[in-house]
């Protein structure tokens, strides 16, 4: 005897090469709200590598979002062998830009003296400084502003230990700028930049998980922020009457 199936079916949109599935409940808000505006620029070269990754995708968010993992875990990355990055900042938060989270801080420094160990980093080469702006929004997106391209990483949950990774570089560009910035990624931005630097990321993510009570130091606001951000958002949407899901309640 062959039993009824029965198959929800899901929103779906396409936008900027992507199809884009609602998988919250309710009315779905315009698709609009979830993807970051400037990717809908008609001037946007994107450049994309799509893998499944094992870990957590909320330990891949706040990872992301971390201020204290990316001067220490990506100092040996062969991507950042020619920057300058800090050995330690002042006055880190939080703020809100539009529907994105920014970390600020009141100073960088880039060596210094530390009781017991000397100065560190022992042998200061010249290098070029590596300034970055990092931000992350609902429902689970990061974006990294660089000088040359900007970087988004959208984490999207597979299960409760595998989570979808998809990346994109992207500039604006008209002429003969997307030919170059493509080709440039093909000859080693993907490899440096999404296989090898962000590598460092998603094994970080895989060996992430919680055992007792989290022991936290200053930086890290910049992850408990991001936590507050979305437990505001979860009490937004019980408010308005929508039912409690495991995970985060969006597109993926």
């Known amino acids: 005897m062959v039993g009824k199936v029965s198959i929800r079916a899901y929103p779906v949109e396409e936008r900027i090469g992507f199809v884009w599935i609602y998988m919250g409940e309710g009315e779905p808000?315009?698709?609009?709200?979830?993807?970051?505006?400037?990717?809908l620029d008609p001037r946007m070269v994107i450049c994309a590598r799509i893998t499944d990754q094992e870990g957590n995708w909320?330990?891949?968010?706040?990872?992301?979002?971390?201020?204290?993992?990316?001067?220490?875990?990506?100092?040996?990355?062969?991507?950042?062998v020619f920057w300058r990055q800090p050995?330690?900042?002042?006055?880190?938060?939080?703020?809100?830009?539009?529907?994105?989270?920014?970390?600020?801080?009141?100073?960088?420094?880039?060596?210094?003296?530390?009781?017991g160990l000397g100065r560190w980093p022992r042998h200061s080469t010249p290098k070029r400084r590596a300034p970055v702006t990092v931000s992350v929004q609902l429902p689970g997106t990061g974006r990294v502003a660089y000088?040359?391209?900007?970087?988004?990483?959208f984490f999207t949950p597979i299960d409760k230990g595998h989570f979808r990774f998809?990346?994109?570089?992207?500039?604006?560009?008209?002429?003969?700028?997307?030919?170059?910035?493509?080709?440039q990624y093909w000859l080693y931005r993907?490899?440096?930049y999404h296989v090898l630097f962000n590598n460092q990321d998603m094994l970080m993510t895989k060996v992430s998980h919680t055992q007792g009570?989290?022991?936290?130091?200053?930086?890290?606001?910049?992850?408990?922020?991001?936590?507050?951000?979305?437990?505001?958002?979860?009490?937004?949407?019980?408010a308005v009457g929508l039912p409690k899901r495991e995970g985060w309640p969006g597109r993926a």
């Open 190 to 192: 993907r490899w440096l």
């Open 87 to 115: 050995a330690w900042r002042t006055g880190i938060r939080v703020v809100r830009n539009g529907k994105w989270l920014e970390r600020e801080f009141e100073g960088q420094y880039f060596e210094g003296e530390y009781p």
């Open 147 to 153: 000088r040359q391209f900007t970087a988004y990483k």
């Open 29 to 39: 808000p315009p698709v609009e709200e979830d993807i970051p505006e400037e990717l």
């Open 166 to 183: 998809t990346q994109l570089v992207t500039k604006r560009a008209t002429g003969l700028g997307p030919v170059i910035f493509r080709l």
């Open 58 to 80: 909320r330990y891949a968010v706040e990872n992301h979002f971390d201020d204290a993992h990316a001067n220490s875990l990506h100092r040996s990355a062969l991507y950042s």
């Open 213 to 238: 009570p989290e022991r936290l130091f200053r930086p890290d606001v910049s992850i408990t922020a991001w936590r507050k951000a979305c437990e505001e958002a979860r009490r937004e949407q019980m």
